[in-house]
């Protein structure tokens, strides 16, 4: 969230604890009711959003597809190395062209792609097992070539579905804040004409100024007043 949204959040959540430390002055007025259960309602959804908004966050999804990745290239690279001069003693010109990688470009390209040419490689080695023990190549290390495609291909989807997420949740919160405005537009009317108690409104219209407290006095400017809500 902006600092803005927060400073909102801040108020909106610091005036619901102002009304339920007085109840007696709102609980018997049903409209002041429904309103306050509204506001509630709608900072409850804003933290949601903004927690999700939080979590969701990308970058450890890339570090792991990254390292997945440079995992699945560090697995097949040995196949290649014992499938490569497999080929061209048996002058299998099919099998060589199928396999014949440097291995950067084992992972080089779309990642689909990647996992395509990891696994065309893992099945010519499977089928080759016998020839490929002259090689180096064991049936341990085809195994565990598999693995590491299989582990990696859910990864960057993942990652997508993850982002959307974000995305969904940021999209929300401009909404659910122009909500809330509305709302506390209502609040200001019905505070001033339904409680009484000069103090308990003289606080309430303290915590509505929204400062937008980023960076304070100590740089010397002023504090400037956010977006408001009412």
Same mark, same amino acid.
């Given at each position: 969230?902006?600092?803005?949204?927060?400073?909102?959040?801040?108020?909106? &959540?610091?005036? @619901?604890? $102002?009304?339920?430390? %007085?109840?007696?002055?709102? +609980?018997?007025?049903?409209?002041? /009711? !429904?309103?306050?259960?509204?506001?509630?309602?709608?900072?409850?959804?804003?933290?949601?959003?903004?927690?999700?908004?939080?979590?969701?966050?990308?970058?450890?999804?890339?570090?792991?597809?990254?390292?997945?990745?440079?995992?699945?290239?560090?697995?097949?690279?040995?196949?290649?190395?014992?499938?490569?001069?497999?080929?061209?003693?048996?002058?299998?010109?099919?099998?060589?062209?199928?396999?014949?990688?440097?291995?950067?470009?084992?992972?080089?390209?779309?990642?689909?792609?990647?996992?395509? &040419?990891?696994? @065309?490689? $893992?099945?010519?080695? %499977?089928?080759?097992?016998? +020839?490929?023990?002259?090689?180096? /190549? !064991?049936?341990?290390?085809?195994?565990?070539?598999?693995?590491?495609?299989?582990?990696?291909?859910?990864?960057?989807?993942?990652?997508?579905?993850?982002?959307?997420?974000?995305?969904?949740?940021?999209?929300?919160?401009?909404?659910?804040?122009?909500?809330?405005?509305?709302?506390?537009?209502?609040?200001?009317?019905?505070?001033?004409?339904?409680?009484?108690?000069?103090?308990?409104?003289?606080?309430?219209?303290?915590?509505?100024?929204?400062?937008?407290?980023?960076?304070?006095?100590?740089?010397?400017?002023?504090?400037?007043?956010?977006?408001?809500?009412?």
């Amino acid at each position: 969230m902006e600092q803005w949204q927060l400073n909102v959040l801040r108020m909106s &959540r610091g005036e @619901l604890a $102002h009304f339920d430390g %007085a109840p007696a002055l709102w +609980d018997q007025k049903p409209v002041l /009711v !429904t309103v306050l259960n509204t506001v509630r309602a709608l900072t409850n959804g804003i933290v949601q959003a903004g927690l999700t908004q939080q979590e969701l966050i990308t970058t450890g999804y890339t570090l792991d597809k990254d390292q997945q990745l440079t995992l699945m290239g560090a697995v097949t690279e040995p196949l290649v190395r014992g499938l490569r001069p497999l080929a061209r003693m048996t002058n299998d010109n099919v099998l060589l062209k199928q396999v014949d990688f440097a291995p950067s470009e084992l992972v080089r390209g779309p990642e689909q792609e990647s996992v395509n &040419r990891a696994q @065309l490689i $893992h099945d010519a080695a %499977a089928t080759r097992v016998a +020839d490929l023990a002259n090689y180096g /190549v !064991t049936p341990a290390m085809i195994s565990a070539q598999q693995v590491a495609i299989d582990t990696f291909k859910p990864l960057a989807g993942l990652r997508d579905a993850v982002g959307g997420k974000r995305q969904t949740a940021t999209a929300t919160l401009p909404e659910l804040f122009t909500q809330l405005r509305t709302q506390f537009e209502l609040l200001d009317d019905l505070t001033e004409n339904l409680v009484d108690g000069a103090t308990f409104k003289a606080t309430y219209r303290e915590l509505r100024a929204i400062i937008d407290t980023r960076g304070g006095r100590g740089d010397g400017g002023t504090n400037d007043a956010t977006p408001p809500v009412g």
